[in-house]
């Protein structure tokens, strides 16, 4: 029913940008918070940014000052990355939180290398 697509990953040099986009088809109702999380290889999924559905932001520490997460109240988040380290090398994932439990894409591999 409700399907997350990520779209945007890639290879990009340290230093480099990318634009993670995740669209949402289907109908989520009531106040809902959207969210990046990455996994890289061998290591734990882990929170890179939320948002609310007012706006409000929260990033981790790792990221905080290089990512800026972003959404429309209808369909669409992003996630603009700036100044890309190789230990943002992951998977990311976008995701969906409501009352009722939660939504996951499928994935959008990042690679940061030179």
């Known amino acids: 029913q409700v399907r997350l697509v990520e779209s945007g990953g890639g290879l990009v040099q340290p230093g480099g940008s990318l634009r993670l986009s995740c669209e949402v088809s289907g109908r989520i109702w009531g106040i809902y918070t959207m969210g990046w999380y990455r996994q890289a290889p061998g290591k734990q999924r882990e929170l890179a940014a939320t948002?609310?559905?007012?706006?409000?932001t929260n990033y981790a520490i790792s990221v905080k000052g290089r990512f800026t997460i972003s959404r429309n109240n209808q369909n669409t988040m992003w996630l603009q990355m700036n100044s890309l380290k190789p230990e943002d090398t992951a998977v990311y994932y976008c995701n969906v939180a409501t009352t009722g439990g939660g939504y996951w894409g499928q994935g959008t591999q990042v690679t940061v290398s030179s």
């Open positions: 948002i609310t559905s007012g706006g409000n």
